[in-house]
């Protein structure tokens, strides 16, 4: 109840605090659109040469871009802004005015702060989908649809408590920034299915960074791929990384001394 209840009051303040600066919303969508011609002309050029590639046809790789783009407008507009203010905290000792609010301080410091333009490229991920999905012409049944959300909802868990952890890192590193720019690299591998990759990049976009369970299994729900073996797997990392994330989010607070030290 409390996740909900503070979820939709920073929402509302960052909503207002982003108005202010309409300015950005024009800059925003330049940005994602030039993003997505980028990724358009991309396929283009890769179906050029071949109908297929690692056996995902050129629509079904169009559903591959429009969840990547979704996820990653997730992330940009939730995830990384309050990691980032996490971080900052940690590091200039003023992370206690969060710690002192009578709410669970994990919860607190992941919904304190959105970007709300951002929330474009989760609605240009909507409509390539909605594209994507009316060029496969598959009946898209209900079971298909619900598969699709929890693979979805479970990616963005895996990659919240992935941020988590690394953020949580800046309890024992001094800095950890360049580790997060890593990441983002990482993720822009997830713009093709991680099927296409050699064995050992596989494993490490599915187990060490979980690009593949955010982006490419929420892509099979849509396109006929995904198997239930898969999706149980998917929700029991998702599970272990919360916890791991949980428990080392708590040990890192014991760590932290505060500005008043």
Known sequence: MDL???FWLYLRVSVMNELQYRVNFFVQVFQSLLALITGLVGLALVFSHTNELGGWSRTELLVVMGVHI?????IRTVIQPNMERLMSDV???TLDYALTKPADSQILVSVRQFRIWQTIDIVMGLLVLLVAVYQLQLGIGVLQTLSF???LLLGAL????FWLILTTAAFWVVRVEHVLELFQGV???GRWPVGIYPAWLQTGLTFLVPVAFAVTV???ALTGRLTLQTLLGAA???ALLLVLARWIWRTGLRRYSGASA
């Open 218 to 220: 929420p892509a099979e």
């Open 158 to 161: 895996m990659i919240y408590s």
């Open 236 to 238: 029991a990392l998702s």
């Open 149 to 151: 959300v929890v693979a």
């Open 91 to 93: 590091q200039e000792g």
């Open 4 to 6: 909900f209840r503070l």
């Open 70 to 74: 979704l996820m990653g407008g997730v």
């Open 187 to 189: 993720y822009q591998a």
